[in-house]
Structures are given as C-alpha cells and as structure tokens.
C-alpha cells in the first residue's frame, strides 16, 4: 500500500511559480515510479510529467516541458514538482500518482497504470 500526500497548491498570478510536494507513506518508496497530473471540471486527468524510481529519469508533457522540473528524495519518501511561468489555464487540482515499477524505467502516461492516488491540491493561476 501507497499513501500520497500532495501539498503545496495555492494561488499565484501568472508568470509565477510554484512547488508541489508529494509525500509518501510507503516501505520501500524506491520501488515506484511517481506521476503528476492535473485535472479541470469535465476533463479528464492530464500527465504533466514523471519520474524514475531513481529519479534519474524525468519526463514531461510538451505543454510544460522547460518550465516546469521534478525531483525526488527517497530518503524523504518525497517527490517535488517545481512549476514555473505558470499559465492561468494551468489552474487545476494536481494530482500526484505512484505505480509499481520493478525496474528503472519510464513512468507511463496514462492515468490507469497508477495504483495508488494522492487527493490533489489546488493550483489557481489568476490572470
């Protein structure tokens, strides 16, 4: 079982930045890969970016790719999701994810590859 903590939401005028943190509660979080998605009303939840197991490998959505940057500690049970030059249509609940992940591999893309959920916290951009 994998219990995820986000936090770090909150409002911030365009062009801003800020950090998410995603805590797990896990033995052995090394075994994961993590995601980040967002969602707006009505839409489905999109990948922004992931991370290895490792955290030697990351990967972003096209839309955030240079702006935005993800770290992990696993010596914290932490995963990090630095945003910056914020857009307001990138105002969402941001969700972080984790997926069982048996070797050091990509993270996948796709919502239902992850198991396990964190409630999201809010990103308001204002204009």
């Known amino acids: 079982q994998v219990q995820l903590v986000e936090s770090g939401g909150g409002l911030v005028q365009a062009g801003g930045s800020l950090r998410l943190s995603c805590a797990a509660s896990?033995?052995?979080?090394?075994?994961?890969?993590i995601g980040w998605f967002r969602q707006t009303p009505g839409k489905a939840r999109e990948f922004v970016g992931g991370v290895s197991r490792s955290g030697s490998g990351t990967y972003f959505a096209d839309s955030v790719k240079g702006r935005f940057t993800i770290s992990r500690d696993n010596a914290k049970n932490t995963v990090y999701l630095q945003m910056s030059s914020l857009k307001p249509e990138e105002t969402a609940i941001y969700f972080c994810?984790?997926?069982?992940?048996?070797?050091?591999?990509?993270?996948?893309?796709?919502?239902?590859?992850?198991?396990?959920w964190g409630q999201g916290t809010q990103v308001t951009v204002s204009s």
């Open positions: 994810a984790a997926t069982f992940r048996p070797t050091e591999n990509a993270v996948p893309w796709e919502a239902y590859e992850y198991s396990y």
């Open positions: 896990t033995r052995i979080f090394s075994d994961y890969g």
